[in-house]
């Protein structure tokens, strides 16, 4: 089906992916549009990191539907990556350069020569103090790292976003920093796919939750303001479905 006829940024369909005689993905479909933030949660090794390689093109799935922004990551890799903001658990940047040379380089690296101005702004945009804009990346904590991979996302201005598990080790203060700053970025219009163990984050931003097991979504809430979700019953049932994987 065309992008334009669904309207959605991240398409996986009936994806299927094994490593080895190990199957992993068995039917995935998971659909996200433009300014949406997507939760994806799951058991160790329920295969979500591997959703993610797929849609980054560094996993080849056996069958199904992989979109991003209208690209088949398998197909034209530097095409889907161009329209992806990735960050991991542990976000990899220049050790040895300050921030706004790491912002300046790994844009240049992608095509772009934002003035100091813009990387300022983005830097502004995502809190990062300003006393950190030119200290190396090498004295940087978890939450300042990801504020400077998030500044160039925006910089990017790209229409998808995917974390893996961003608020792993990050203190309840800093999750909350960075749940907002990936709430605006989806306001800018982005697509969202957050990989997490952390309910309390998704049901803090996202606008779905999937649970995902055995290969599979078995189970997917909608946000419902005014609370949103009902989170204690979304931990019953989550740890039950991690119970019986
Ligand atoms: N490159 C690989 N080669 C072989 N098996 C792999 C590879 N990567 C992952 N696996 C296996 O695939 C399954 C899914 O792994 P994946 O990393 O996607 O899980 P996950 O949901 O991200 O888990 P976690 O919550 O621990 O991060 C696991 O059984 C894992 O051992
Ligand atoms: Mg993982």
């Given at each position: 089906?065309?992008?334009?006829?669904?309207?959605?940024?991240?398409?996986?369909?009936?994806?299927?992916?094994?490593?080895?005689?190990?199957?992993?993905?068995?039917?995935?479909?998971?659909?996200?549009?433009?300014?949406?933030?997507?939760?994806?949660?799951?058991?160790?090794?329920?295969?979500?990191?591997?959703?993610?390689?797929?849609?980054?093109?560094?996993?080849?799935?056996?069958?199904?539907?992989?979109?991003?922004?209208?690209?088949?990551p398998a197909a034209e890799p530097d095409r889907a990556r161009e329209?992806?903001?990735?960050?991991?658990?542990?976000?990899?940047?220049?050790?040895?350069?300050?921030?706004?040379?790491?912002?300046?380089?790994?844009?240049?690296?992608?095509?772009?020569?934002?003035?100091?101005?813009?990387?300022?702004?983005?830097?502004?945009?995502?809190?990062?103090?300003?006393?950190?804009?030119?200290?190396?990346?090498?004295?940087?904590?978890?939450?300042?790292?990801?504020?400077?991979?998030?500044?160039?996302?925006?910089?990017?201005?790209?229409?998808?976003?995917?974390?893996?598990?961003?608020?792993?080790g990050l203190d309840p203060r800093a999750t909350a920093d960075f749940?907002?700053?990936?709430?605006?970025?989806?306001?800018?219009?982005?697509?969202v796919l957050m990989v997490t163990h952390d309910l309390l984050s998704?049901?803090?931003?996202?606008?779905?939750?999937?649970?995902?097991?055995?290969?599979?979504?078995?189970?997917?809430?909608?946000?419902?303001?005014?609370?949103?979700?009902?989170?204690?019953?979304?931990?019953?049932?989550?740890?039950?479905?991690?119970?019986?994987?």
């Amino acid at each position: 089906m065309p992008l334009t006829a669904t309207g959605q940024r991240i398409i996986l369909s009936d994806v299927h992916l094994s490593y080895g005689s190990q199957p992993v993905l068995r039917g995935l479909t998971l659909h996200v549009e433009p300014g949406e933030i997507y939760a994806l949660l799951g058991g160790n090794g329920a295969g979500k990191s591997t959703t993610m390689s797929t849609l980054l093109g560094f996993t080849r799935p056996d069958s199904g539907t992989v979109l991003v922004a209208g690209h088949d990551p398998a197909a034209e890799p530097d095409r889907a990556r161009e329209q992806i903001a990735y960050v991991p658990e542990n976000v990899a940047l220049y050790e040895h350069l300050n921030a706004r040379e790491n912002a300046a380089y790994l844009l240049a690296l992608a095509g772009l020569q934002p003035g100091m101005q813009d990387i300022e702004g983005a830097f502004e945009a995502t809190g990062l103090q300003r006393e950190a804009w030119d200290k190396r990346l090498s004295g940087f904590s978890k939450g300042m790292r990801q504020k400077v991979a998030i500044a160039i996302a925006l910089l990017r201005e790209v229409p998808v976003l995917l974390l893996d598990e961003p608020s792993s080790g990050l203190d309840p203060r800093a999750t909350a920093d960075f749940n907002r700053l990936v709430h605006d970025v989806a306001r800018r219009g982005a697509a969202v796919l957050m990989v997490t163990h952390d309910l309390l984050s998704a049901a803090d931003i996202a606008d779905r939750i999937g649970f995902l097991d055995a290969g599979r979504i078995v189970d997917e809430a909608c946000a419902q303001p005014p609370e949103r979700f009902d989170v204690r019953a979304l931990h019953r049932k989550f740890t039950r479905e991690v119970a019986v994987a």
